[in-house]
């Protein structure tokens, strides 16, 4: 049993959330214009994802970890959201690339592409820092973007890849 059975996957969280910010969101560009309405929701949007780390953090019996982490990354795939070729997986870093993201899709679909990376992309740096601060996210494209992939790469801070 894994530890996330039963849990509602990250990307149906997604539309659900997406289906209550897009009148939101359209309600604010119409009063505020485009830019403070990205601003209200990036803001909005980051404080829960570190929060939603910290919740997920607390959930670890001995702690945050990155083993930890990478077990978490069930609910982002779950309902075959994302298509992900792992490249480095060790106990100090975690390296992928994201090569289909339904995340970026469906907010596409919804009308939402222009605010799609303030949805999903933003968070997961946020995320990260929420769940175990000494851990840290690079990527340098998303396929929410335009790239032809995603780039993630984790590594705890301060430690070299195990032999």
């Given at each position: 049993?894994?530890?996330?059975?039963?849990?509602?996957?990250?990307?149906?969280?997604?539309?659900?959330?997406?289906?209550?910010?897009?009148?939101?969101?359209?309600?604010?560009?119409?009063?505020?214009?485009?830019?403070?309405?990205?601003?209200?929701?990036?803001?909005?949007?980051?404080q829960a994802a570190v929060k939603a780390g910290e919740y997920f953090?607390?959930?670890?019996?001995?702690?945050?970890?990155?083993?930890?982490?990478?077990?978490?990354?069930?609910?982002?795939?779950?309902?075959?959201?994302?298509?992900?070729?792992?490249?480095?997986?060790?106990?100090?870093?975690?390296?992928?690339?994201?090569?289909?993201?339904?995340?970026a899709e469906m907010y596409h679909e919804m009308g939402l592409g222009?605010?799609?990376?303030?949805?999903?992309?933003?968070?997961?740096?946020?995320?990260?820092?929420?769940?175990?601060?000494?851990?840290?996210?690079?990527?340098?494209?998303?396929?929410?973007?335009?790239?032809?992939?995603?780039?993630?790469?984790?590594?705890?801070?301060?430690?070299?890849?195990?032999?």
């Amino acid at each position: 049993m894994s530890a996330v059975d039963g849990e509602l996957g990250i990307l149906a969280r997604r539309r659900i959330e997406a289906e209550i910010i897009k009148p939101i969101y359209e309600i604010l560009v119409r009063d505020y214009g485009k830019q403070s309405a990205q601003a209200v929701i990036g803001e909005a949007v980051s404080q829960a994802a570190v929060k939603a780390g910290e919740y997920f953090a607390a959930r670890e019996p001995e702690g945050p970890s990155l083993e930890g982490f990478v077990a978490l990354q069930e609910l982002w795939e779950k309902d075959d959201a994302l298509k992900v070729e792992i490249i480095a997986s060790d106990a100090t870093h975690y390296d992928y690339d994201v090569h289909r993201c339904r995340y970026a899709e469906m907010y596409h679909e919804m009308g939402l592409g222009e605010i799609g990376h303030l949805l999903s992309c933003n968070r997961d740096e946020l995320f990260i820092v929420g769940y175990d601060p000494k851990v840290q996210l690079t990527r340098t494209q998303t396929l929410m973007q335009g790239a032809s992939h995603c780039n993630f790469r984790y590594k705890v801070e301060g430690q070299e890849p195990q032999s």
